[in-house]
């Protein structure tokens, strides 16, 4: 029973180490989803900068515009839109990170409920054992009293 006993201690060390992992990996799932969340609103902000820019320009060019304006128009816009793209990068890249956090974190729940089942069959077999051990015992003592009542030598040594 002391080997059932150490190898219930094992799984209860192993299961304690694999929470703390999915503990982890719960927390930076947390942080990647907060990372890809600012990523996603600052490509917003951008993108909601640029038809702002651009529409205020525009109405600047109904009204007058020189050629060294348009150009810097020009130029501004060539530059937000690099960095509206380059923050479409980074938050695809976030989102990208998140689905990984999400699976290894998915993978590490199921090693946590793979190890908690394992520890419950493993105490059952003890349990089922310890039974089968309580019943021979009952089952013999019962046999021995049997014995004993019929045989009148029995009762002399008893």
């Known amino acids: 029973m002391s080997s059932s006993s150490s190898n219930l201690q094992t799984l209860g060390i192993?299961?304690?180490r694999a929470e703390a992992?999915?503990?982890?990996a719960q927390?930076?799932?947390?942080?990647?989803?907060?990372?890809?969340?600012?990523?996603?609103?600052?490509?917003?902000?951008?993108?909601?900068y640029r038809g702002e820019y651009q529409q205020r320009w525009s109405q600047q060019f109904a009204r007058q515009g020189t050629m060294?304006?348009?150009?810097?128009?020009?130029?501004?816009?060539g530059k937000l839109d690099?960095?509206?793209?380059?923050?479409d990068h980074v938050a695809n890249h976030a989102d990208q990170r998140v689905n990984?956090?999400?699976e290894?974190?998915?993978?590490?729940?199921?090693?946590?409920?793979a190890i908690g089942k394992l520890i419950e069959r493993r105490r059952l077999e003890s349990s089922r054992a310890l039974s089968r051990q309580e019943q021979?015992?009952?089952?013999?003592?019962?046999?021995?009293?049997?014995l004993s009542a019929f045989n009148p030598f029995m009762r002399l040594s008893a």
């Open 14 to 16: 192993l299961l304690e």
């Open 21 to 24: 992992q999915r503990d982890e």
């Open 27 to 48: 927390r930076a799932l947390l942080d990647m989803q907060a990372r890809a969340n600012a990523a996603r609103a600052q490509h917003g902000q951008l993108t909601q």
């Open 68 to 77: 060294d304006i348009v150009a810097c128009y020009q130029n501004f816009g």
């Open 82 to 87: 690099q960095a509206i793209t380059s923050q």
């Open 100 to 102: 990984r956090a999400r």
């Open 104 to 113: 290894a974190l998915r993978e590490l729940e199921m090693r946590v409920a």
């Open 136 to 146: 021979k015992t009952t089952d013999e003592q019962a046999a021995r009293a049997a």
